[in-house]
Structures are given as C-alpha cells and as structure tokens.
C-alpha cells in the first residue's frame, strides 16, 4: 500500500539528517561549490561515513542502515537539499552497489560491501556512458578480453560520477554477443584506472565526475558482476532503481530553491509592504508548492513500488522526468522573483539552478525517459 505520510520512525529520520546537514553542510556549500581546483574535498563524505549515510539502502547483514527505499529517498531529498552534489556521490556510489547487492556472489558482497558502512570515508561509482555513446548501449567500445587467466579491459568511459576517487568502479563492458548479452559487468579497483581528465560541471561540483581511460585493466573472473547472459536486464534494473533516488535529489533542489524565495518574498518590502502580497508573486510560488509535492509524491510512489516489488519501471522514469522538469522551472521561477540578486553567484539560488539540470541528463535523458514510458502505455 502506498502511503502519503511518514512513519514517526522516518519522521525522526528525516529531523536526524536535517539537523546533520544544517550544522555540518549548510554553512560551507557555496564556498565548496567555487572551488576552482580538481581536488575533492572529502569532509562532505566523512560526515556522512560517521553516520552510516553514503548508502543507506545497504542491507543491514553488511553493516548498512538497510533503509527501504522510501525511506531513502527522504534521506536523499535532505541531504540535496543541502548540497545536491554530495547527494549526487550518494547515488553514485549506490549505482556502482546496485549491480553487487542484485547479482554479486557472496564473496563479493563480503569484500565489497562493509566499506561503505565504515567510519572511515568510501565510495563507489558506475561506469556505463562512453564519449561515442550515452544512451545507445549497443555502440559501446568498452571491451573485456580474456587471455592467461585475466580479463583485460580496453576503453574509456565519461562523465563518471565519483570516478577518480571511488574505491572501485562497477564497469559496463561490450562483450561482442548478443542483445542479451550486450554488456558485462566487472569490478575494477582504483589502481587499475588511468584517469584522463576530470570534468568542470556546471552544477553538482562537489561531486567528482571524471573520464576514465582503462589501458589493459587486468581483472580476475572472482571480479565479473553477475551472469554475462543476463548483464542487458541486471543493467536496466540497476537504471530503473536509481532513477527514483535521482528524482528524490531533484525534489530537494526545488524545495531549498523554493524554501529560499518564500522567505525573501515574505520579508522583502517593497511600496510599503512584503511582495509576496502581490498575487503575481503569491501565486507563483504557490504554484512551486503544488508541482513539489507532486514531484515528491511520485517518487515516494516509484519508491514505494519498489519496495512492494512491484512494477516500477514506468514509475522511477515518470518520477524523474517530472522531478527533473520541476527542479529547473522552479529554480528559474525562484530567481524571476528574486530578481537581480538571485541571479548573483552570492545567492544559494544560482548554485540550485545549475544544481537543477542535471537530472535531466545523468541516469537517462528526459528524450529517454519519455521512450520507456511510451513503450509502456
């Protein structure tokens, strides 16, 4: 059954997280956000290793959290809210887990998994997109090649979230076979990578996003993820259960943006009296309202299809196509209303706009959300 409100244990969750990220994140997102080096900063990260955060749907047999994934997308939305790139590296490294905590044999969920409920700070990520190929995944020139007891992995991969600084990546390879067979999975540890370049976003820019280049990364058959003939459906399912977590970051983003200008609409004065008297201001921003909760309402409804283990595919695209579509008119709205000073790099709200496309591109593009839900009417 799906539910439209918190249980008092997500409740003192979400008043948990809230609070962490007030104290410990709030102060400093606009400083890390222009900073101009390639260097990650990983207090962001500590801070939530001390507080078993970076993955919470870990289960708990691995010293996770073991949230549901309503319950995690509530902690996302917090945490984005916050910083949307540190919620960014969240769902990364939980992309890169997915594959490992689906398929993964039991001797790679024991070696893998514990680090990322550690005090000590971990991340994974997943590689997939390709600088000849995002979305078409049978064009992809990655390749796993068996020879003396190793598989050696040629290619590049682009715009990986976490990729120079994750513990390892969940790669996707081309093994040259079928459709069903059109992608392998390998576990490749952070020595194995020749990194190329970190990538300048135009949000999210806590979170590291790399090209990784791997010049004949020698992995072992103890370090392939799941079974080669069904890689093509491992891998829709690891898409399909992040693209609600992606939403559920959008949603934070509208939410601070539209937190923000709510405030400075109602103390703003102008003629004598708040703006946010004017109906053409009001009315906006109760228009923001109403598209943010339905934005949340579809994620908590793809998340909680999840979690029944139901039918969640069209539910996690439709959720993070409107959540996306939301965030940015929100944002744009938001500095519409508070005119030339949102639109200053001093403003929280300059940092949400950028923040805000990004959903529409990473996890799938909004063209490629719209064909799985119109195959699926």
Known sequence: MIEFEMTQKQVELVESVRSLMREEICPTVLKMDRKNDDTFNWN???TLAGHNLIAPLLPKEYGGLGLDYVSTALVIEEIAAACAGLAACMVGTMHGLLPI?????????????????????????????????GSDIERMETTAQFRDGYYYIQGTKD???????????TVCTNPGKSRGAACQFFVVPREQIDLVKNRKTLGIRYANTAQLHFQN?????????????????????????????????????????????????????????????????????????????????????????????GDYTRASSMAKLFAGQVGQSVTARAIDIMGAFGYTE????????????????????????????????
Not at 159 to 169: D, L, M, P, S, T
Not at 270 to 298: H, K, W
């Open 44 to 46: 962001y990260i500590r």
């Open 217 to 309: 990364a020698r992995v072992s058959g103890d370090d392939i993820v799941g079974d080669a003939d069904s890689a093509y459906l491992l891998l829709n399912h690891t898409l399909d259960l992040g693209r609600s977590l992606i939403g559920a970051i959008e949603v934070g983003i509208a939410r601070a943006a539209h937190e923000l200008v709510l405030a400075y609409a109602q103390e703003r004065q102008q003629f004598g009296r708040p703006i946010f008297s004017n109906q053409g201001v009001s009315f906006p921003l109760a228009q923001m309202a109403t598209s943010i909760d339905a934005a949340r309402f579809m994620v908590w409804r793809a998340c909680s299809l999840i979690d029944q283990e």
């Open 346 to 377: 001093e403003s929280l709200l300059s940092l949400y706009f950028r923040d805000a496309k990004v959903c529409s591109i990473v996890g799938g593009t909004d063209n490629v959300q719209q064909m799985i839900i119109a195959s699926l009417l």
């Open 159 to 169: 715009y990986v979230v976490n990729g120079a600084v994750a513990n390892f990546v």
């Open 101 to 133: 905590i689906i398929a993964g044999s039991q001797e790679q969920k024991r070696r893998l998994l514990p680090m990322f409920a550690e005090k000590k700070p971990a991340l994974a990520s997943f590689a997939l997109t390709e600088p000849k190929g």
